[in-house]
């Protein structure tokens, strides 16, 4: 799936870069692990903490406070913020709970919100994922992919 996003991004001249929360790296991981990856990959952050969040990617701390790290609204703007960040055509982000703990009934365990942006457009997908804790995050990084792919070819 990977190599897909990658021929497409070079087929069409664009570069992404990626700003995981949840995931940690995997989705930059899974990119840079198809051949070609170095041709439209930009640059990926681990924005692990709120404060990462709001430094690195211009989260408001409104918004933090208001709707959460896990939510719809701040993978807007994370997806937003890391755009003008890095220049990037399209961009990808995550952010969830991958657990085993942390999770509430509003927002459980396997709660994973990611968002694309390609231009001025967002694609979010609210998901939520089942098995352990890598088991969640792996199944978000592929998500992720295949949000991108799906919004590219919107």
């Known amino acids: 799936m990977e190599e897909e996003l990658v021929r497409i991004l070079?087929?069409?001249?664009m570069y992404i870069s990626t700003a995981e929360s949840c995931t940690g790296g995997l989705i930059a991981g899974a990119i840079v692990n198809a051949a070609g990856a170095s041709s439209v990959f930009k640059e990926g952050?681990?924005?692990?903490?709120?404060?990462?969040?709001?430094?690195?990617?211009?989260?408001?701390?409104?918004?933090?406070?208001?709707?959460?790290?896990?939510?719809?609204?701040?993978?807007r703007e994370m997806a937003q913020g890391l755009m003008k960040v890095t220049g990037a055509d399209v961009t990808i982000v995550s952010s969830g709970i991958a657990g085993p703990d942390g999770g509430t009934v509003e927002k459980p365990v396997g709660l994973v919100y990611l968002c694309c942006c390609i231009g001025n457009e967002l694609y979010v997908s609210r998901n939520i994922f089942k098995g352990d804790r890598q088991q969640i995050r792996e199944q978000a990084a592929r998500a992720a992919i295949e949000l991108v792919i799906d919004s590219i070819n919107k």
Request: without cysteine.
């Open 10 to 13: 070079a087929k069409k001249g």
């Open 45 to 75: 952050f681990v924005t692990y903490s709120n404060e990462s969040k709001e430094k690195r990617l211009g989260v408001s701390h409104s918004t933090l406070e208001s709707a959460g790290a896990v939510s719809e609204e701040t993978v």
